[in-house]
């Protein structure tokens, strides 16, 4: 097995414990001040574990909420929270291996659509069946070959 599939392996293995976190809705306050509020904490104690201001808390939670808030700074509300800040970045596709199937079979579309085209002009037009085929054969060739013109 070659380093890159090897790589991609051990990086779906981790993924796969995010994938069911996908399906959770953030909560509209954003996840500080939710947690904050259903522990029963005010805004001074939690200024307090994080050695700020209460408006500085206020911050960070409105910071959260906009999504403009730093990985170090949720980290540091979480730990002062007692919770632990989880990240990760999950394939929309659902699996990494599913990503590259449709980046590779779309790179394929190009490459003989182009060909095709080219030999249409020349009155030398492939049938549907033969095209698909091409489109198949291709994909497997990119997905083999993993270049990094797949990511264009």
């Not at 380093?3 to 996908?22: D, H, I, P, T």
């Not at 805004?43 to 574990?49: P, V």
């Not at 990503?99 to 095709?116: C, F, H, P, Q, Y």
Request: without cysteine.
């Amino acid at each position: 097995m070659n380093r890159k599939k090897l790589q991609l392996e051990q990086l779906s293995r981790k993924q796969n414990g995010f994938s069911a976190a996908v399906n959770v809705a953030l909560p509209p306050t954003g996840w500080l001040k939710a947690v904050r509020t259903s522990l029963g904490m005010s805004l001074q104690q939690l200024a307090d574990k994080l050695s700020i201001t209460r408006q500085s808390v206020q911050e960070i939670e409105k910071r959260e909420k906009e999504g403009q808030i730093t990985l170090n700074n949720l980290k540091e509300a979480a730990n002062a929270l007692d919770m632990q800040l989880v990240y990760g970045l999950v394939p929309k596709d659902g699996t990494l291996e599913d990503l590259i199937d449709r980046k590779a079979k779309e790179l394929a579309v190009r490459i003989v659509s182009r060909t095709s085209n080219n030999m249409k002009l020349e009155d030398q037009e492939n049938s549907k069946q033969r095209i698909k085929k091409a489109i198949e054969d291709r994909t497997a060739i990119i997905k083999d070959e993993f270049p990094k013109m797949l990511w264009d």
